[in-house]
């Protein structure tokens, strides 16, 4: 009896690398099955479906598709009219919105300008994770069903810009007051898409909502799926399994770009990858140690091997996709004696012993062990802390740390949003300044190109305060991270967004 | 043969499964009182007598022998250093230069392997010698005094019990922060209750019988006789579970580091070694391969002898 079992378990574990070679070598061009869903797997659950309870990736992804907000913002980042069909700029402080008329939720209710001042209003009630993108709004006054005005208490920027950003999509009173608490799992949008089910964890259905304003969209279905691990994703895609993944890991992108039945999508993404100082702290409060550590660590080398290529080492702190992003900047460069001598100047000839925190994320902790070991030439000892997100988060909000690893997404892709968090005084801890490094000047610049109108005056404020922000060194800048995605060949119409958040309206399986 | 028979009357305790038993020993243990010394000697000359019939036994010590004499020399084994990177040289496959190969950073995986057999032997038998310390004095104190105390000490071992040995090992971890010590505490303490129980079972079948009635009637102390007479004889289940407790202590140390809360990097634990490694598994499937065959061969190793000890030190299992 044993020995049967035995065998049949051998038999079993030889068959499976035949059987699963023999699936992989069934790839056709043209989708098996069920050619009207669209199948895309991304790495993790959406955590709520209504934009104002959430603002994460996973979230944005699912319901790009199911709402839409008063400007669209494009996949190159620009900002055209969306549910907006035009405004007029009365005054800095005000502007004269017209809708589009015909638009109509998923419920069967139109939009009109009501639905709009609700949107507003409810979004800073209930205090939405994303209400800082619309700080700046004082009210929205309703003029008449397609018209509206919206005034500001002051000044801002990238006001218009903010208003494409997914979480301040347009939603319906009567559709969020029907579902009350569940409305987070019963989203009305006017998006082309209308939600159908989502069974936690493991998938998320649309679909295609035939009333849709721009006309039905290309595919019938979406069934949005989760596989935390890289690996499982790319091999999902390969066996067909999935029409679309989004995130390729670095490790299976080259495979996958090799292979004719898939097509692949390297694009320059609006991440920053960086380490930061604890500037509060000793001995990271004196510059030239963190201008030292800066120039001790091979960025460059680091983030070939951290990212196997697919990623471009930083000089500042913002991604050349960003608007306003200074690209002058010279960077620090690999220059292990120089930084010997300023730690020397700053008393710590015989270095010191420090630590470097990371959530443990698998590229982050590679970067944090490669440091480790180029610390230790100029004489720094460094112990890595590994922790799970979000005790790090909250630890490195307090400032117990001394360096630690993060990312930031400047989501709307302009300048304000990837600077004004990170480095204004105002911002220190979980808002997003965790260096807890402060200069007026940078203060004052970020606070003038925050509310001036004015291109050029933000152009130059920004590109100033980038050089003294690479000058006082409170971050290592280390890589822009290329976005991967990669789709079956048989998918048509898919353009990655550089925000991440892909639309799907035209995209559908040949 | 009357030993036999009260035992037989006793409810049947799943963890009494094992007990030096057996009726001549039984009687050389009860002679014991006057002759210790040279008796015991024998009895266990015995034991390795039989376990050195145990050809696998025999195979897993042998392998365990060499693992401990790498850990001790790896300075004189490993051709590189287990931290220096060579960031031009990542993950190349086995070669004339490498012999297993480069990681992810381009170290040496069989200098890093060879160094790793210190951190797990350190973290098994560390992590074994707090349970069975803990949970063998809470077994004894709790068999011997019966009672109260028992019941109290019992059911706070069901308690730890009912949490799975890797939660509560994960939940400690998180709480104290990772680091080789803070993991060996972890293991150790997931795994007291299990020590309790079966010393706890071996203690209650043991105190009835009439040496220690004797050395209770001669006036010794309680303290005494746990020590002196109880607990020598209870050896036998302690080191069958000692052994595969080391086999499971490396495995969830390497689990912890696997999932990133166990030892900090560059330290060449396997666990970590497989988990840098998972990223590439279809690009370079030998750093996560390598390692995984260190930790199968330790832990196969391990539990032939823990299997092999078991037989010899309870020959009744064998009929």
Known sequence: MKKLLVFSLLAVLLASPLAARGAAEQVTDEKPANKGTLEVVMGADARSLDPQRTNDQPSARVMKQIYETLMHQTEDLEIQPGLAESYEVVSPTEFLFTLKRGVKFHNGEELTSHDVKYTFERMREINAPAAFLVAALDRVEVIDDYNFKMVLNFPFGPFIAHLGHPATAIINRKAVEAAGEDYGRNPVGTGPFKFVEWRSGDAIVLERYDGYHKGPAMSERIRFRFIAEDTNRAIALETGEADIIYDVGPNDFGGLAANDALTTYQTVGLTTFYMGFNAEKKPFDDLRVRRAINLALDVELATEVAFQGYASAAKGPLAPTVMFANQDLPGYGYDPDEAKRLLAEAGYANGFTTSIWTNDNPIRIRYAEIFQEQLAQVGITTRIEIMEFAPYLDRTAQGEHDMFMLGWVAVTGDADYGLYSLFHSSQFGDAGNRTFWGNDEVDRLLDLAKESPDFAEREAAYARAQEIIFEEAPWVFLAFRDDLNATRAWVQGFVPHSAGHHGLYGVYNK | ?319
């Open chain 2, 1 to 319: 043969m009357d030993k036999d028979k009260e035992k037989d009357q006793q409810p049947p305790h799943p963890e009494a499964g094992y007990s030096i038993g057996g009726a001549s020993e039984q009687a050389g243990v009860t002679n014991g009182i006057q002759a210790k010394a040279p008796k015991q000697r024998g009895q266990w000359a015995e034991v390795w007598h039989r376990l050195k019939k145990n050809r696998m036994a025999m195979f897993g010590l042998t392998v365990i022998v060499i693992i401990i004499l790498t850990a001790i020399f790896a300075d004189v084994a490993a051709p590189y250093s287990y931290r220096t990177q060579n960031l031009r040289r990542i993950a190349e496959s086995p070669s004339r230069d490498h012999w297993l190969g480069t990681d992810e950073l381009g170290r040496d995986i069989f200098s890093r392997i060879i160094y790793g057999t210190r951190i797990s032997l350190q973290v098994g038998f560390v992590a074994v010698s707090i349970s069975v310390i803990a949970g063998g004095f809470l077994g004894a104190v709790s068999g011997y005094y019966g009672g109260k105390l028992d019941n109290i000490i019992m059911r706070l071992m069901d308690v730890l019990l009912a949490i799975p040995a890797i939660l509560l090992a994960i939940a400690i971890v998180s709480a104290f922060g990772g680091g080789l010590v803070n993991v060996m505490i972890a293991v150790g303490i997931s795994s007291i209750p299990i020590y309790a129980r079966i010393v706890k079972a071996s203690v209650i079948s043991i105190k009835e019988q009439e040496f220690i009635e004797a050395a209770r009637a001669v006036g010794a102390k309680d303290f005494r006789i746990i020590f002196k007479h109880v607990l020598p004889n209870a050896m036998a289940p302690i080191i069958v579970q000692g052994t595969i407790g080391v086999a499971i202590a490396i495995l969830s140390a390497a689990g912890l580091s696997f999932i990133g809360l166990g030892i900090q990097p560059p330290t060449p634990e396997w666990g970590a070694m497989l988990s840098g490694g998972r990223m590439f598994i279809r690009t370079a499937p030998h750093i996560a391969t390598f390692p995984g065959i260190a930790i199968m061969i330790t832990i196969f190793a391990l539990n032939l002898l823990g299997d092999g000890l078991r037989d010899a030190l309870d020959p009744r299992l064998k009929q």
